[in-house]
Structures are given as structure tokens and as C-alpha cells.
């Protein structure tokens, strides 16, 4: 089982990135899909997440109306989008898996991807 994701980077405030959260070893659409995020000397925080159950979508109020999230089955990925970014969006962004409904406790999630490192900057 594996979770990969990639698309981060160094970007300047408010500027977008695309994150990807690629999925192997199960199956996609049994799960949600969250992604988390940790800024240096912070804890972890729910970001977003996506539902398998209805596909119901959930956002942390920091990001709210500035990120979107979205999932491809058949591509076995799912995306968050981040639109006007601000420096306190940077953090290690991870996504993880749990089965059918969202949960903003990263203690609920089964499998983990390894982290990409966004960072917001001028």
C-alpha cells in the first residue's frame, strides 16, 4: 500500500499549487482521502478531506474558499488545489487514507503518504 505525494514547492504569495496524492495497493474508492499539513514548530492540521461515502468535501476554516479538492478513481488520485496561498500555508502537506468517511483526526487514518513541502514566500 502506497500513498505518493507530490506537486509541492516554493511559491510566492498569493500564487496556486496543485497537490497529488497518487494511491497504489488499494482501492480508491473504498476510502476518503485526506490531506493534513504540519508548519515547522506546529502540529499537524487537518486540511481538507474527501469523502468515498457521497463524496462529501470538508475544508479547515483557514483554507476555506481558497482550496479545493477533488478525486479521479480511474486515475487512482486525488488533487488539492490551493489558490491564493499566503505564507502560513507553509508546511509539509501529507495525504492519508482511511475507509469511506472523512475524519479530522489524523489518528484515524490507516495509510500515509511520505509529505511534500510547500513553502510560500516572496
Known amino acids: 500500500v502506497q500513498l505518493q505525494a507530490s506537486g509541492g514547492g516554493l511559491v510566492q504569495p498569493g500564487g496556486s499549487l496543485r497537490l497529488s496524492c497518487a494511491v497504489s495497493?488499494?482501492?480508491?474508492?473504498?476510502?476518503?482521502i485526506g490531506w493534513f499539513r504540519r508548519a515547522p514548530g506546529k502540529e499537524r492540521e487537518g486540511v481538507s478531506c474527501?469523502?468515498?461515502?457521497?463524496?462529501?468535501?470538508y475544508f479547515a476554516d483557514s483554507v476555506k474558499g481558497r482550496f479545493t479538492i477533488s478525486r479521479d478513481d480511474a486515475m487512482h488520485t486525488v488533487y488539492l488545489q490551493m489558490n491564493s496561498l499566503k505564507p502560513e500555508d507553509t508546511a509539509v502537506y501529507y495525504c492519508?487514507?482511511?475507509?469511506?468517511?472523512?475524519?479530522?483526526?489524523?489518528?484515524?487514518?490507516?495509510?500515509w503518504g511520505q509529505g511534500t513541502l510547500v513553502t510560500v514566500s516572496s
Open positions: 492519508a487514507a482511511r475507509h469511506y468517511y472523512c475524519s479530522s483526526y489524523g489518528s484515524h487514518y490507516v495509510y
Open positions: 495497493g488499494f482501492t480508491l474508492d473504498d476510502y476518503a
Open positions: 474527501i469523502s468515498r461515502s457521497d463524496g462529501s468535501v
